[in-house]
């Protein structure tokens, strides 16, 4: 029997296995359905933003591909307050 894929959750998927050094998952809304796309820092190499916040899965990839960069530039780098976009 197959079971049917949540997009979603494969999107979640790819970016946890892309992007070791943060915690990535979704946000509640308020009225309990899922919402935005958060990831939060776990390794000061993986990125410089402590957290950050998106709207969409393609969102959070790009900022966390930014982080990345940004992190390998500045290796001495301590995570900093996020500043949603």
Do not use: Y
């Amino acid at each position: 029997m197959d079971t049917p894929v949540n997009p979603a959750d494969q999107a979640l998927s790819r970016l946890r296995e892309e992007f070791q050094g943060h915690r990535i998952w979704r946000a509640t809304r308020h009225d309990g359905k899922l919402g935005d796309w958060v990831a939060t820092l776990h390794d000061p190499r993986a990125g410089v933003e402590a957290t950050l916040i998106r709207n969409s899965a393609e969102e959070l990839h790009k900022a966390l591909t930014v982080e990345h960069k940004r992190a390998t530039h500045h290796s001495t780098s301590q995570p900093t307050k996020w500043v949603r976009e």
